[in-house]
């Protein structure tokens, strides 16, 4: 099977590295916008070739979407015109959105919305690793909505890179992540935000950096070009979570302002009680 | 030399592993009120006796105060008033409130006030682990109002488990804790709350938790009984990041509510800085 992979970024780059250990692909085709990427994911061995995009999705049996959301919603109708026997998918952290820009296209059955939970805050062709997805949650959209070619593709796909396979509708989807990544970005974000803001010591920044605020603060590396469409596509219910936590905020806050001791230990044993899920679970 | 540790917890049961490795000490002995913790330490190789608090402070050269920010600012003027030649030092996350209590105490030269800045969000005896402080920054707070003798035996210590070693007043290092740790923690607890507000499901809090979620909730696990106190003793501090980080989060979601894709843009490339910043000195 010819995999073409648009993006060869960190989640383009890594699964191709895995599809070929793998061998669930004997050729890979990278189609990127950024020269500077078809050397770097030719010398790292992402990809076999390097093409344009209509060659790239002519040679494909499968043709996978990294590319930031925006990117998707735009080039996907154009793909699904193009293609014939091809199942499409992409890897984007919302889903309703782009899903409608194809919703009556007649190829709408080659294409199987997909997002892997997986990630780090690195971007780039060198940001590739392999194992990335690993044990991690793979979420398929809509799925009464694909062929059951295209979706046992798909599948066989996420399979393949050890992923632990859910199936939603692209409404919940982007709910439940904007709840789980996109807040844990903006509360990054914020706090690095924050952190900035007093500190004008570079210095103090770093010394006083290992308690807590690194593992907090990592995400606040993440790509403006990845996150800007992302919340702007998932606006509603990015709203409605931020919404949510500047509340819990602000009553923290108004706790500890008032000394309410009793209020601050409750809140926190409320708090303590999502890694008992998280663990219960992993 | 022997040293006491009073509080067999994470902090204090690291130390006591450490400190033993690293032959600064040949008799350690602990101090806890919770009697479970006294056969977990032995048990762990954590310390070589358990006494009573009088008996290891008599029997001390080296007194270790791993306790919650309440209990060291309740027993720290006590110790002083027993001590002799020991030297005392507390490892607490918060300084200023804590060294006020024993500021006109006779023996204050005896005791060198600190935080090593490190640790994990578990805790108790079983929590203690090897190598905990390598490679972090331990602060040391007020040294001219320390002995020479007491200043050097800290010092010694920390340099023993390998922490690096950062000097300044209570009152700036305060400030800087609130602005790199407690803010971290406190964003983790109200990122908890978000969460286990909207999920009810714990499955799906689970399926969706590889979305950076995980290191980005992590803190929200730490213990209630750590940082009421902290919060409440560095209120002032706190108060102040916690209203700078609500002006952030509600200027972001302001900028995605608004559809400002270029302000988003903007806010997500300042924070970028702060990784910058926290790898060029690591």
């Known amino acids: 099977m010819t995999v073409t992979i648009i993006g060869l970024g960190l989640i383009g780059g890594s699964l191709a590295l895995d599809l070929r250990a793998r061998r669930f692909t004997d050729r890979i085709i990278g189609v990127d916008k950024n020269p500077l990427h078809w050397d770097q994911a030719m010398e790292k061995g992402i990809v076999d070739e390097v093409m344009k995009l209509h060659s790239g999705i002519q040679e494909a049996d499968l043709i996978v979407l990294a590319i930031p959301v925006d990117g998707i919603k735009e080039l996907l109708p154009l793909i699904l015109d193009y293609v014939t026997h091809q199942t499409v998918t992409d890897m984007g952290s919302s889903k309703l959105e782009i899903i409608e820009s194809v919703r009556n296209h007649p190829k709408r059955g080659n294409y199987v919305p997909s997002h892997p939970m997986a990630g780090t805050e690195f971007s780039g062709p060198e940001a590739a690793v392999t194992g990335l997805f690993a044990k991690k949650v793979g979420i398929i959209c809509d799925m009464a909505d694909s062929s059951p070619k295209a979706l046992e593709t798909i599948t066989n796909m996420y399979m393949a890179v050890n992923m632990r396979l859910v199936f939603m509708n692209a409404r919940e989807h982007d709910s439940h992540a904007a709840y789980v990544s996109h807040i844990s970005h903006l509360t990054s974000f914020a706090l690095a935000l924050t952190v900035l803001d007093k500190e004008k010591n570079e210095k103090n920044i ?3 950096a ?3 605020f690194d593992s907090t603060a990592r995400l606040a590396a993440s790509s ?22 500047i509340k819990k905020m602000t009553e923290f806050k108004d ?3 008032e000394g309410n001791e009793k209020r601050v230990e409750e809140l926190i044993q409320e708090a303590n ?3 008992k899920t998280l663990t219960q679970f992993a």
Chains 1, 2 share one sequence.
Do not use: C, H, K
Not at 224 to 244: C, G, H, K, L, Y
């Open 206 to 208: 770093f010394n006083l």
């Open 210 to 212: 290992s308690g807590g």
């Open 224 to 245: 403006a070009s990845m996150w800007v469409p992302i919340f702007s596509q998932n606006r509603e219910n990015v709203i409605e979570v931020m919404d949510t936590y």
């Open 255 to 257: 706790a500890i302002a």
């Open 273 to 275: 009680i999502i890694q």
